[in-house]
């Protein structure tokens, strides 16, 4: 068998292996175990290494599975301690993945597709057209690579404490995937972080937030960016489709079904487009109203992004002075308010800057537009 015809483990979560190791290898289920130690704690990918593993056992391993992340195209850190990495999907494609280091933190954003197919006017990964869904082991794998280089241990030596499905594209139009690779993340064999350390950000696939929360206790932050459906449709497209009064439904909904988390709303500072006292103010009542509704002070949260330019854009970032007035608008008004630093923009590894290398684009959109319209949402209606 070669390679690519094996299967890489990568791909499995928790439940996944211990079937492959059960059905597939007749071995006991706790085989898994062990070796998602070896992979996730260890960041080891030689069968032959496992040392706990008998000799029939790798023998078969090696015949039949692989454990292959990504390989490293780039490795770029930046002066302020945030790492960006360009790493190798197939021939043709490379995505970006970003571990931003904060005061007892280390924070990694993860890619979720090749490219992204919703058109959001703001972000640089739009700009590239769409390719293709990554798989689970493609998104882990991304968390495999900070892990190694950052010399991380789960339980014992944290150097990473959150992921964020924050870099390029869309996770809720690549579920099935994301939420495997999210359980590898959580689950204590794998990276072990606590369910409110992994973030899922959606620019407002209702029907998927609904899913999400029958599945997943993840952290969910929402890119708003706008407060009227008039502003929003014009920058965030997909707005058309699912009109802010049902996404802020969808996340009372989510909030309910999860009594302890909050839900973060994105809203990226735009000079002149929507950071006047007038949105401010708008904002605020959007956000109080999913507070009486889940009744839970504080239940919406927003997160200023600072505009991050690239080139060709016709947007510019909001002066200082402005985002602290918004800022201090949303507070006075009572609502929970924080301004993100911009890191890593020395690298282009800020929000909206990921590029990576989409190929292919003009075919696939095509058929992305085909499929995110009539497949994942009418599957779920
Ligand atoms: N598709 C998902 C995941 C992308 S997350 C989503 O839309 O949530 C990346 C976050 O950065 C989103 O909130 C996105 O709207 C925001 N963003 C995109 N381009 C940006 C830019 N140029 N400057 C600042 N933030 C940006």
């Not at 209702?206 to 029958?214: A, K, N, T």
């Not at 959007?286 to 991050?308: C, G």
Request: charged share 25%.
């Amino acid at each position: 068998m070669n390679d690519t015809a094996k299967v890489n483990l990568l791909d499995l979560d928790r439940d996944g292996l211990e079937r492959f190791f059960a059905e597939e290898l007749g071995e006991k289920r706790f085989r898994a175990h062990q070796i998602m130690k070896w992979i996730y704690h260890r960041h080891v990918c030689d069968f032959a290494e496992m040392s706990d593993l008998g000799k029939d056992l790798r023998a078969k391993l090696e015949s039949r599975a692989v454990v292959m992340p990504p390989p490293v195209i780039l490795d770029k850190p930046s002066t302020d301690g945030t790492h960006k990495w360009l790493l190798g999907m197939d021939q043709a494609n490379a995505i970006e993945a970003v571990f931003i280091p904060d005061k007892g933190r280390g924070t990694l954003c993860v890619s979720s597709q090749v490219g992204c197919g919703l058109n959001c006017q703001f972000c640089s990964t739009a700009t590239q057209g769409f390719n293709r869904n990554l798989s689970t082991a493609e998104i882990i794998g991304q968390v495999w690579v900070a892990a190694k280089h950052l010399g991380n241990v789960p339980h014992r030596q944290r150097k990473l404490t959150n992921v964020v499905m924050m870099g390029m594209g869309e996770p809720l139009l690549n579920f099935d995937n994301v939420v495997r690779a999210m359980s590898i993340m959580r689950d204590d064999y794998g990276f072990g972080l606590a369910n409110k350390r992994v973030t899922l950000s959606t620019a407002g696939l209702v029907p998927m937030i609904d899913r999400l929360s029958e599945v997943s206790d993840v952290s969910l932050a929402v890119s708003l960016h706008a407060p009227t459906d008039e502003l929003r449709t014009e920058l965030v497209p997909l707005n058309k489709k699912y009109p802010i009064d049902e996404l802020l439904d969808a996340c009372v909904r989510y909030a309910l079904r999860k009594p302890r988390t909050s839900i973060t709303f994105e809203y990226t500072m735009m000079q002149g487009v929507n950071d006047l006292p007038e949105h401010a103010r708008a904002l605020a009542k959007l956000m109080r109203r999913i507070d009486a509704k889940v009744q839970r002070a504080n239940t919406a949260k927003v997160n200023l992004i600072p505009f991050n330019p690239f080139a060709g854009t016709r947007f510019e970032r909001s002066e200082e002075t402005r985002i602290r007035d918004f800022q201090k608008l949303l507070l006075d008004a009572g609502v929970l308010t924080m301004v993100r630093r911009t890191r890593g923009d020395d690298i282009d590894a800020a929000c909206g800057q990921l590029k990576g290398q989409v190929m292919d684009k003009t075919r696939r959109q095509a058929e992305f537009k085909r499929k995110t319209h009539i497949d994942s949402i009418t599957r779920i209606n």
